[in-house]
């Protein structure tokens, strides 16, 4: 049994928490503002808290940067219908438990919050608290609601201040510099964010770019040059493409990932960086590891911190939501004005793999805005390759129609949802994820429908 402080406005939701979290035997106590639940807490310190963002007398996370100023602190879970993800990463970054989006799993949030009770009473919750900052710059921001980039944002948030490196694996243009820089962004340093791409410059040049050299040190030395690790004292040194980077400098690396130190090239004098080190790559390194062409204790000391960000087709819900934010960038960018997708177009895009992931979608929608002449994208305009379309698609069936049925779509649709909760048994969330459709239309739907 716990005393859980709920911090909600919404008054039915609120009951809906105190009756789940009696069944579960716990002590619920409600505060209806931030005000009241400022004294809740002076009064009697709960073992936990559930918090909502938006509240009548300012934010969720004004009072999870007051809890959490002070260590140790009860484990506090927001649970909100905020869709921002920078609130997710923020949430995290200022040492929430986690982070649950409404409409919520009860499952969900009673697994959550029998771990979350477990490591505070262990004292094993360890704080990342730093100085509250200023979030407001506008970054290039993580879109998606989906589970898979909900889970990375929090991950963003949770070891962003730290300074372990991290690997950030994924296909080719599912987002890994988006969330490098969110990484930095949210880390704290004062430094600059500096990529350097290990696949695009010569070894030589590479060795020069990275550790910088001294004046006449080759040919074209002329001067004294500071390399990226000088340059990115207290920042972020972002390696892209790190399955390119030749082996003698992957010896180099490690040297600088051990403890800090490395010398220009044709130098002797020993320097130091602290720049926290991202890598990214899109090549199997397990792989290079096993074939010998990847040093297996460099890929050890990057491996600290994984992240892998999943392929545009394993998210699919994201897609109409990637589609608005990079059709709003598109049109600033390009001077164009789209406001629309035909429907024959969106169901194309619904159809198609997306090998090149997200980066192919921004591509194909500005090709297709710059070549608009209204205000709609037409499936003509995204040029889309045929043979690339989603495998999934049922072909046996179109073949010659052989199990056509004359019935509506309203009742296949039907059909089909029912089928997939029962397959998921009745696990919305995981109905959602194959259905590609977000939560409140799962309820929609099941309400339209009369399922349940
Ligand atoms: N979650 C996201 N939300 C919004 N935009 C995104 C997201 N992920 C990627 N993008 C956009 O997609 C494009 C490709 O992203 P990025 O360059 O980070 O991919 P990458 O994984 O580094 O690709 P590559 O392996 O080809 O270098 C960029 O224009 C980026 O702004
Ligand atoms: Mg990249």
Same mark, same amino acid.
């Not at 002076?42 to 100023?69: R, Y």
């Not at 430094?191 to 004046?215: Q, T, V």
């Given at each position: 049994?716990?005393?859980?402080?709920?911090?909600?406005?919404?008054?039915?939701?609120?009951?809906?928490?105190?009756?789940?979290?009696?069944?579960?035997?716990?002590?619920?106590?409600?505060?209806?503002?931030?005000?009241?639940? @400022?004294?809740?807490?002076?009064?009697?310190?709960?073992?936990?808290?559930?918090?909502?963002?938006?509240?009548?007398? $300012?934010?969720?996370?004004?009072?999870?940067?007051?809890?959490?100023?002070?260590?140790?602190?009860?484990?506090?879970?927001?649970?909100?219908?905020?869709?921002?993800?920078? !609130?997710?990463?923020?949430?995290?970054?200022?040492?929430?438990?986690?982070?649950?989006?409404?409409?919520?799993?009860?499952?969900?949030?009673?697994?959550?919050?029998?771990?979350?009770?477990?490591?505070?009473? !262990?004292?094993?919750?360890?704080?990342?608290?730093?100085?509250?900052?200023?979030?407001?710059?506008?970054?290039?921001?993580?879109?998606?609601?989906?589970?898979?980039?909900?889970?990375?944002?929090?991950?963003?948030?949770?070891?962003?201040?730290?300074?372990?490196?991290?690997?950030?694996?994924?296909?080719?243009?599912?987002?890994?510099?988006?969330?490098?820089?969110?990484?930095?962004?949210?880390?704290?340093?004062?430094?600059?964010?500096?990529?350097?791409?290990?696949?695009?410059?010569?070894?030589?040049?590479?060795?020069?770019?990275?550790?910088?050299?001294?004046?006449?040190?080759?040919?074209?030395?002329?001067?004294?040059?500071?390399?990226?690790?000088?340059?990115?004292?207290?920042?972020?040194?972002?390696?892209?493409?790190?399955?390119?980077?030749?082996?003698?400098?992957?010896?180099?690396?490690? @040297?600088?990932?051990?403890?800090?130190?490395?010398?220009?090239?044709?130098?002797?004098?020993?320097?130091?960086?602290?720049?926290?080190?991202?890598?990214?790559?899109?090549?199997?390194?397990t792989e290079m590891v096993s074939t010998g062409r990847f040093r297996e204790d460099l890929f050890y000391r990057l491996n600290v911190i994984h992240m892998h960000l999943p392929p545009l087709r394993e998210h699919m819900e994201d897609l109409s939501l990637l589609t608005e934010h990079? !059709?709003?960038?598109?049109?600033?960018?390009?001077?164009?004005?789209?406001?629309?997708?035909?429907?024959?177009?969106? @169901?194309?895009?619904?159809?198609?793999?997306?090998?090149?992931?997200?980066?192919?979608?921004?591509?194909?929608?500005?090709?297709?805005?710059?070549?608009?002449?209204?205000?709609?994208?037409?499936?003509? !305009?995204?040029?889309?390759?045929?043979?690339?379309?989603?495998?999934?698609?049922?072909?046996?069936?179109?073949?010659?129609?052989?199990?056509?049925?004359?019935?509506?779509?309203?009742?296949?649709?039907?059909?089909?949802? @029912?089928?997939?909760?029962?397959?998921?048994?009745?696990?919305? $969330?995981?109905?959602?994820e194959i259905l590609g459709i977000s939560r409140p239309a799962l309820e929609r739907k099941i309400a339209k429908y009369g399922l349940g």
């Amino acid at each position: 049994m716990a005393n859980i402080l709920i911090i909600e406005d919404d008054e039915v939701f609120s009951e809906l928490l105190v009756m789940h979290l009696e069944d579960k035997n716990h002590q619920p106590q409600v505060a209806h503002t931030l005000e009241q639940a @400022r004294k809740l807490v002076a009064d009697n310190i709960p073992d936990a808290i559930l918090l909502d963002q938006q509240l009548p007398d $300012g934010f969720g996370i004004d009072i999870l940067k007051e809890v959490t100023e002070h260590s140790p602190h009860p484990p506090v879970i927001m649970i909100t219908g905020v869709s921002d993800n920078t !609130l997710a990463i923020q949430a995290m970054r200022l040492g929430a438990y986690d982070f649950i989006r409404k409409p919520m799993d009860e499952f969900e949030l009673d697994t959550t919050l029998t771990n979350a009770l477990k490591s505070h009473r !262990l004292s094993r919750q360890v704080s990342a608290i730093t100085q509250a900052k200023d979030y407001q710059v506008d970054i290039d921001q993580i879109i998606g609601r989906s589970p898979s980039i909900l889970k990375i944002c929090k991950t963003i948030g949770s070891v962003a201040s730290r300074n372990a490196p991290v690997l950030i694996t994924g296909e080719s243009g599912t987002g890994k510099e988006v969330v490098a820089r969110a990484l930095h962004h949210h880390s704290g340093r004062t430094g600059l964010f500096l990529p350097i791409n290990c696949s695009a410059l010569a070894e030589n040049l590479l060795e020069s770019e990275l550790f910088g050299h001294e004046k006449g040190s080759f040919t074209s030395a002329l001067a004294r040059k500071e390399g990226k690790f000088e340059q990115a004292i207290d920042g972020t040194l972002f390696l892209d493409e790190l399955g390119e980077m030749p082996g003698s400098l992957q010896a180099k690396l490690l @040297r600088v990932l051990q403890d800090g130190s490395f010398e220009r090239v044709g130098g002797t004098q020993t320097l130091h960086s602290n720049a926290r080190i991202l890598a990214a790559t899109n090549r199997d390194l397990t792989e290079m590891v096993s074939t010998g062409r990847f040093r297996e204790d460099l890929f050890y000391r990057l491996n600290v911190i994984h992240m892998h960000l999943p392929p545009l087709r394993e998210h699919m819900e994201d897609l109409s939501l990637l589609t608005e934010h990079l !059709l709003a960038k598109i049109n600033v960018r390009q001077h164009t004005a789209v406001k629309h997708l035909a429907e024959n177009a969106w @169901r194309r895009m619904k159809e198609y793999q997306w090998p090149g992931n997200i980066r192919e979608l921004d591509n194909i929608l500005t090709r297709a805005a710059v070549l608009a002449r209204t205000d709609t994208i037409t499936v003509d !305009l995204l040029a889309l390759p045929n043979e690339l379309r989603n495998e999934n698609l049922n072909t046996e069936a179109t073949e010659g129609f052989p199990t056509l049925r004359l019935i509506s779509l309203d009742e296949i649709e039907q059909e089909h949802v @029912r089928a997939i909760l029962e397959h998921t048994r009745w696990h919305k $969330g995981k109905a959602c994820e194959i259905l590609g459709i977000s939560r409140p239309a799962l309820e929609r739907k099941i309400a339209k429908y009369g399922l349940g």
